[in-house]
């Protein structure tokens, strides 16, 4: 949505670098960790990788990552009048090493664990552009805040914004903060200066690579098959699993106990790695996976109601899958433990999951019993 003030039209020069320091201090007491501003020419180099990941088909199901890709690499298309993109780093998570997980539980990504981080940032966004309007009565100002649902590439305008770099797990990587953040973007008519772009700086490191469990990352990296993804499929991928997106079962096996999301390629990420800095880094309250759920009860999950279903997943991420999803991740998840050893208790719910009338959880539920069965023949 385009938020517009009327006014004396903006001088063509670029506004004081003083603008930007204020505001950056602005961001901080709205609780972003990061702010930065990039220019709004065409990010060539992030148009060129996207056209070449969809020819390669590796976006999946994403359709709308398809639609008109030069588009996305283009800020103006979403605001003819910009003439500067705002873009902030939300932090939802402390570098900090898991929680074991009991035997029965299934895990949830980080980012998912809080509010949904669409709503805060939108409206720590509004409340940038309302500070800029403050600080530039008078002039006429258009504003668009965009939270990746708009048609926008915002690692690639985050990395010209240096505030961050995309790493070889092609998440956005911010020294000093880690990638355990979600990014918002405010494209403005306000001439602010831009910041340098940041470099990459993985260098020979690969433990992200090594790290995925279904192998979805280029063998080189800064590369994802969204298909072999943990996250994409949980989230992503509706309807049921068969033998011809699974040959193999290594997809359903490589979820390993993630019902929502994988976070397994950040949490090997040195720039994740806790220091003593670790705790200054500011987290909203409202995102912080510390506060809230990090695991969820697969026998719940694979028996649960609506009603139930519609509570836990009120104001969060969760809420992008359908209860019957929910449930044939939970299956997954479940099959996976009982491949680790006998829990009498998921068996009964998956025995029950098995009698679905819903195709995706029905078999899920088969195939975790089949684990069972495989371990007992071992």
Known sequence: MVVMQKGHPLPGKKL???????????AKELGFARLGVAPVTPVARGRAALERWLARGEHGELGYMAREPRDRAAPLQLLPSARAAIVVVACYARPSAEAPLAASQGRVARYARGQDYHRVLREGLAALADWLNDQLGGHELEHRACVDTAPLLERELAMA??????????????????????????????????????????????????????????????????????????????????????????????????????DDCQQVCPYNRPTRRSDAIPVDPRLDASAHLATLDLAQLLTQRSGDYRRLVRGKALGRTSRPQLARNAAFAAGNRLREGSRPELVVALEEASESPREEVSAAARWALEQAHERDDR
Not at 16 to 26: C, G, K, N, T, Y
Not at 207 to 213: G, H
């Open 161 to 262: 914004a240096g505030v961050g770099f995309i790493g070889k797990n092609t998440m956005l990587l911010t020294p000093g903060v880690g990638s355990y953040t979600v990014l918002g973007v405010l494209l403005t008519s306000a001439p602010l200066p831009a910041d340098s772009p940041a470099d990459a700086r993985c260098g020979s490191c690969r433990l992200c690579i090594d790290a995925c469990p279904t192998a979805a990352l280029a063998t080189d990296g800064y590369r994802l098959d969204a298909r072999r993804c943990v996250s994409y499929l949980t989230i992503e991928r509706a309807g049921p699993f068969d033998d011809a997106l699974d040959p193999d079962g290594s997809l359903r096996r490589g979820s390993g106990s993630w019902v929502f999301g994988c």
């Open 16 to 26: 004081p670098d003083a603008i930007v320091a204020h505001l950056r201090e602005r």
